[in-house]
């Protein structure tokens, strides 16, 4: 379908939805599709028409050029309409641009410590921290879910549920493994160490979004730890589930209430179960996605903390920024997270634009 008929096929949903809802009484929950099926519609519609007006107008003034007496002035407008059509053409474009349903989601976020030791741990744990400090920057609720320290005070894994308003959208592509370069507290050389920390970013799910039956869950409760959890008590409350079909396991030992630990599992497991099936529906275009951003090896490895020379560095779109304080107190990771959503949009307008080739 070429870019004007899908401009013609948009104008026509948009009328056709406007009489349905003048029309006759409806059920409400229809009503209510409807109308958000409109209001979701309407900035694409005002884009094409904003569009389609500059093109009536430019097409006006080049008309005027065979006259002598308006020459001038009509390729003044030219020139002015001429200039406004690209951004008005890739406006159109970006609001064409498939939703991702996700995108306006709350968000799970999980920090486990990598390869390095006790480095490693402490380096999650100023990871988890920075996503602390970000959310608060954002207005955003940080929820811890469950912590698992260390005894120096490192992470070794920990959850959070963060909650906002387009959470998701801003955080997905944290995804992936962190590398820090730094000289550990515990180093008497001074000599500058490598370890890393994965992050997984996932939406949260709700059960309407992801059914799990009780015959493909096993639930095992036992002891939470210590120092591994915030607390310590005698009785089974940790609570550790696996979704049999896929084989993923979750385990919540951060309350004191088992129902509260299983209620929280599950909410981690639909989350994860949601995010397996949607790599597997999209592993045509991740692969495509992959030769475009490098290898796996590349992209798995997304960022790079060194603390000597104050950078940070992300490999995916070869950024450096020399503000590493700003960045892990949150205050300047946007300024990562806005040139990686740009560089996402901009390999779906690319896309989009093969595909009304």
Not at 28 to 38: H, N, P
Not at 96 to 121: C, F, M, Q, Y
Not at 206 to 231: N, P
Request: glycine residues 6%; proline residues 3%; negative net charge.
């Amino acid at each position: 379908m070429s870019l004007i008929q899908t401009y013609d096929r948009v104008l026509s949903r948009q009328d056709e939805l406007r009489e349905l809802l003048s029309a006759a009484s409806m059920p409400a929950d229809q009503f209510t599709k409807l109308s958000k099926e409109y209001g979701d519609l309407s900035p694409v519609a005002d884009a094409i028409i904003a569009l389609r007006k500059t093109e009536s107008e430019l097409a006006q003034a080049q008309s005027l050029l065979t006259d002598p007496d308006f020459r001038a002035e009509a390729q003044k407008e030219i020139d002015t309409l001429r200039d406004a059509m690209p951004a008005l053409e890739k406006q159109v474009q970006r609001l064409l641009l498939p939703k991702d349903i996700a995108d306006e989601r709350n968000a799970i976020l999980e920090v486990r410590a990598g390869t390095g030791g006790d480095e490693a741990a402490l380096f999650a744990a100023l990871l988890f921290d920075m996503y602390r400090r970000y959310a608060a920057v954002h207005g955003w609720r940080f929820e811890v879910m469950d912590l698992a320290e260390n005894d120096l005070g490192g992470l070794k894994d920990g959850t959070a549920l963060i909650t906002g308003r387009g959470v998701f959208a801003r955080l997905k592509f944290e995804s992936g493994v962190h590398r820090v370069q730094r000289v550990p507290q515990t180093e008497s050389q001074g000599r500058v160490h490598t370890s890393a920390a994965t992050v997984a970013v996932l939406p949260e799910m709700e059960e309407v979004d992801v059914k799990i039956e009780d015959k493909d869950l096993r639930i095992d409760t036992y002891r939470s730890s210590g120092a591994g959890g915030q607390h310590v008590n005698k009785t089974d409350s940790a609570v550790r589930l696996t979704h049999l079909p896929t084989g993923i396991v979750v385990a919540m030992q951060d309350e004191r209430s088992q129902i509260k630990n299983r209620a929280k599992a599950m909410k981690v497991l639909r989350s994860r179960i949601y995010e397996k099936h949607r790599a597997e529906r999209d592993s045509a275009y991740a692969a495509v996605r992959k030769e475009q951003v490098g290898s796996g090896d590349r992209s798995e490895r997304i960022r790079t903390y060194n603390f000597p020379q104050g950078r940070v560095s992300d490999h995916r779109i070869e950024l450096t920024l020399y503000k590493i304080d700003d960045v892990v107190n949150g205050t300047a990771l946007d300024e990562i997270i806005d040139p990686l959503i740009q560089r996402d949009e901009a390999e779906r307008l690319a896309a989009l634009a093969d595909a009304n080739a």
